[in-house]
């Protein structure tokens, strides 16, 4: 039996899935998606399992499923799937271990993953904000710009503080952001503005629905 998956992703096809489930109906798809995502957390499944899931003994997703050698199931794209997106994680995590060892100056590879690993875990962010780290240092390299030891932590206090006042998607989409424009740092001032924004569209919106109902009014007036 395999492993419990922790990676939290896996590669998905569109034209791949839509051609494999042509003849199958909503409600067999939608049990279908199930099916995969149970198989991709949890590993080969009891047949017992499965049937919870797909329901009925006539399904057509049963005609994609393969037994391994301990009388479990599988649908063996997904294995492949699987196994595709952790190679590529292996190949990124030893690209970046490379790309660290000179990106803080004076700080060794095993120390800036260790640090940037511990201020995702001990904050309870997501892997993506730790992968939208790693791109900004990666990025940071490219440019021929490194940086020191106090000012990879102000990196990181800035980014936890940005969050505590926002949100970590704001956080992950504004770095983004600033690798796309070009920027020699991240514009965290960005997220004061786009919360300026999103209020003056909500005054906007509120205004626009309070002229609607003294609108209505006068109409019932009259």
Known sequence: MREENKDPAMLFYP???????????????????????????????????????????????????????????????????????????????????????????????????????????????????????????????ERKEIYKQQGFKSLLTQIKNSINSFSEEQVINVIETSMASNYKGIIFDNLKGNQQRNSTYKTNFERSQEALEEARKEYQND
């Open 15 to 141: 034209s791949d899935f839509l051609v494999e489930t042509m003849l199958f109906d909503d409600d067999t798809i939608g049990k279908y998606i199930k099916l995969i995502c149970f198989l991709h957390q949890k590993g080969h499944l009891l047949y017992d399992d499965i049937l919870t899931i797909v329901k009925e003994e006539k399904s057509p997703i049963l005609k994609l499923l393969e037994k391994d050698e301990n009388d479990l199931y599988y649908i063996p794209k997904i294995d492949v799937e699987i196994a595709r997106r952790k190679a590529y994680s292996e190949s990124r995590k030893n690209n970046r271990k490379k790309i660290c060892k000179s990106c803080v100056e004076d700080m060794g590879t095993g120390t800036v993953t260790e640090t940037i690993n511990n201020f995702i875990s001990n904050n309870n962010y997501s892997n993506n904000l730790l992968e939208t780290i790693n791109r900004w240092l990666e990025y940071k390299l």
